[in-house]
C-alpha cells in the first residue's frame, strides 16, 4: 500500500506549448498547464462544464519526449505526485506553487 501514497493520474489538454528549460548543470525541465473537465448538471437541468487547470513539470527524458511530442491542445495522460513548493516575489511575498512532477506519460491521437 505504500507505492499508492501520493500519487496522481490526470488525463486533460494543454493550454499552450510547454515551456523548455535547459538547466546550467545540463537537466531539462518541462513546464505546462494541463486542463481537465468535469462535467454535471445543474438544478435547472443545464449540462455545465467546470475545468480545472493545473500546474505540470517534467524532468530529464520524459521532458526530452514532452520537447519533441507534445504540443498546445493535445489530450495526453499523466502521471506523477504532487508536491508544493514555495518562493519569494521581489516585493518580498512568499509565495506557495502545488504542482504534479510527472513521471509517466501517454500521449493520445492528435
Given at each position: 500500500m505504500s507505492n499508492l501514497r501520493n500519487q496522481v493520474q490526470l488525463m486533460g489538454r494543454l493550454g499552450q506549448d510547454p515551456?523548455?528549460?535547459n538547466l546550467e548543470s545540463g537537466k531539462k525541465l518541462a513546464k505546462f498547464s494541463l486542463a481537465t473537465n468535469d462535467y454535471y448538471t445543474s438544478a435547472k437541468g443545464e449540462k455545465v462544464e467546470h475545468t480545472d487547470w493545473?500546474?505540470?513539470v517534467a524532468w530529464?527524458?520524459?521532458a526530452d519526449i514532452i520537447e519533441n511530442h507534445v504540443t498546445k491542445g493535445q489530450e495526453i495522460l499523466v502521471g506523477?505526485?504532487?508536491t508544493t513548493r514555495s518562493y519569494e516575489t521581489k516585493e518580498g511575498e512568499k509565495r506557495?506553487?502545488?504542482e504534479v512532477v510527472?513521471?509517466?506519460l501517454v500521449m493520445t491521437q492528435k
Open positions: 515551456e523548455i528549460i493545473h500546474n505540470v530529464g527524458k520524459t506523477g505526485k504532487l506557495y506553487i502545488t510527472c513521471n509517466n
